[in-house]
């Protein structure tokens, strides 16, 4: 097995983070800005992100708390969308 020298192209290929790797980097972000806000820091949230898409899902407190979270998100640099499906307790999801 040939490994690739640090000047050829390969070696670059796979030394450059990938999209799987920038959404791991964003999650983590995210999830650290989440948990230093006083509003989000003590919540059930869950952080996903695929393809530079945030997805929160969890229960809250109450809405306000689900308005800051989705901020929050956005102000990450390179977060393209965020999907906030938090949920206050006791709401079900709508059955269809």
């Not at 919540?43 to 306000?64: D, F, K, Y």
Request: glycine share 8%.
């Amino acid at each position: 097995m040939i490994l690739p020298w640090p000047d050829d192209a390969l070696y670059r290929y796979l030394q450059e983070p990938g999209p799987a790797s920038e959404d791991v980097r964003l999650a983590a972000l995210v999830a650290q800005r989440l948990g230093i806000d006083w509003t989000t820091r003590h919540q059930q949230i869950e952080v996903t992100v695929q393809n530079r898409v945030v997805i929160l899902s969890g229960t809250v407190a109450n809405p306000e708390v689900r308005r800051v979270a989705g901020e929050l998100a956005w102000d990450v640099p390179g977060v393209l969308d965020v999907c906030n499906t938090l949920r206050p307790p006791g709401r079900r999801k709508p059955r269809g």
